[in-house]
């Protein structure tokens, strides 16, 4: 329907500078940006798209302001306030309330009058489904297990047995919550499987990516704090912890009774070994493999960025030179 922007930088708490009656009615980036759209600038390397900008207006900071050939909102964090902004231009679908007539209900069940269950789904003995929850089609939810007020659980979510949800999260099409962690132990040369006796439990304003995987504790619980972010295809092993509001970047796998703690940032396709413990405020950078705990704040990297291949070639016939030179008790500057 769109907004007026004197009343978007108002939600926002931005300084327009522009005709507050003229309405937005779209999002896009600086450069596809076209009449009715609204853009933002936070990311310095698109500066180069402000000053040829055709979007109808443009959140940033104050400071380059002055690029821009458009009205302007004018904010300390910009992408913040885009992403405000964006949530008042597109709001959350209406909450369907009901049970689709091809959803399978068990036994002694407690689904509040607001929930809606979708098409398909499959509700197991002893389920709690709180007011509001939203079902899509073809979810799994497994005996015992409860799903705080107002959660989402997307298409094709399967939910095993003895979970627990808090309030208000969100679980992306394809996760699974609750699957047996990998647990054998060898019997002269034969895996025999250790049973996954504990459960999960989740917090409250949880977002949980496609085709996640979060496994159950092998005797404890494997925890997700409040207000934790993971992406899709992210693979949280038995007895895990992590910290509120931590955020965890795609493809990364975190091995058995680790701990992360609160506010840290884990990029993607990073690994993390087992039975390690991560403090508060740590990021760790995209394919790091962390092989021991981590007891200090701060940033840790370990993986090398791609290089042209002649200068890769080059680097590695050095480093087999270093380890020679090593093998041999030479020190690097010795011949």
Same mark, same amino acid.
């Given at each position: ?22 309405? %937005? #009615? ?20 698109? +500066? ?12 940033? #900071? ?13 904010? +300390? ?48 003995? !002893?389920? /709690?489904?709180?007011?509001? /929850? ?28 003895? /979970?627990?949800?808090?309030? +208000? ?22 895996w025999i499987k250790v049973p996954q006796l504990g459960r999960i439990s989740i917090g409250n304003d949880v977002e949980i ?30 007895? %895990? ?25 884990? *990029? ?5 070994? *087992? ?15 962390? #092989? ?22 080059? !680097? ?8 020679? +030179?090593?093998r041999q008790g030479q020190g690097p500057g010795k011949r």
């Amino acid at each position: 329907m769109g907004m007026a922007l004197g009343e978007l930088a108002e939600h926002i708490g931005g300084v327009l500078n522009g005709d507050p009656d003229c309405t %937005v #009615t779209s999002v896009a980036t600086l450069q596809d940006a076209g009449e009715g759209a609204l853009s933002f600038l936070a990311n310095p390397r698109y +500066r180069k798209y402000l000053s040829r900008t055709r979007a109808a207006a443009v959140i940033l #900071t104050a400071e380059q302001a002055d690029a821009c050939p458009t009205a302007t909102i004018t904010v +300390r964090d910009p992408y913040m306030a885009y992403a405000r902004a964006a949530a008042l231009l597109f709001p959350a679908e209406t909450a369907r309330q009901g049970i689709h007539p091809d959803a399978i209900i068990g036994a002694n069940c407690r689904i509040d009058p607001t929930v809606w269950v979708g098409p398909r789904c499959v509700i197991e003995d !002893n389920v /709690v489904l709180a007011a509001g /929850v939203q079902l899509q089609g073809h979810c799994l939810i497994g005996s015992g297990s409860c799903i705080g007020r107002g959660g989402i659980i997307k298409a094709q979510v399967t939910i095993c047995h003895a /979970v627990s949800i808090g309030e +208000r999260v969100v679980i992306h099409p394809g996760a699974v919550i609750g699957s047996d962690g990998f647990g054998f132990a060898e019997d002269s040369g034969r895996w025999i499987k250790v049973p996954q006796l504990g459960r999960i439990s989740i917090g409250n304003d949880v977002e949980i990516g496609a085709n996640t995987t979060i496994d159950r504790g092998a005797v404890g619980n494997t925890v997700i704090e409040n207000g934790v972010k993971l992406d899709n295809q992210v693979h949280v092993a038995h007895n %895990v912890r992590i910290g509120s509001h931590t955020a965890i970047a795609g493809c990364t796998g975190i091995s058995g009774s680790t701990h992360i703690g609160s506010h840290c940032r884990i *990029g993607g396709g990073v690994g993390i070994l *087992g039975h390690l413990d991560i403090v508060d405020h740590v990021t760790v950078t995209a394919m790091t493999l962390v #092989t021991k705990s981590i007891s200090a704040p701060g940033v840790y990297s370990s993986g090398i960025p791609a290089q042209e291949n002649t200068t890769w070639n080059r !680097n590695i016939l050095t480093l087999r030179e270093l380890g020679g +030179r090593a093998r041999q008790g030479q020190g690097p500057g010795k011949r």
